[in-house]
């Protein structure tokens, strides 16, 4: 089963806190059981959202980065949502910059 999540971070968003959401990926893969194989490195991302602005105006913001995380099976998918590594790499590192992602659950 693949996780596919495309998204854009907040604007200032540093390479750093970047590359902080990554290696955390990384470092849940190696915390998560079930967790099979992550993919970080993009080669291509499409979509655009809408982003209302204060004055009510309309900003088209496309998607920037990627990232997969294939699990074994949609029973490790169900378990990695509630587990404290993601949870805390949710809250601690990767909400705090997102921008705004679209999420893409995917099997066969």
Known sequence: MLHVVTLYYRDG???EQKQAVLEGVEKMAAEIPGI???WLKPMKV???RAER???????MRPMTDAF???FESEAAFKAYEDHPAHRAWADKIYLPVRGYSYTHDITN
Do not use: A, C, F, K
């Open 13 to 15: 968003t540093t390479e």
């Open 36 to 38: 099979r194989n992550v």
């Open 68 to 70: 997969v995380i294939e």
């Open 46 to 48: 499409q979509g655009t």
């Open 53 to 59: 602005q204060p004055d009510g105006s309309y900003r």
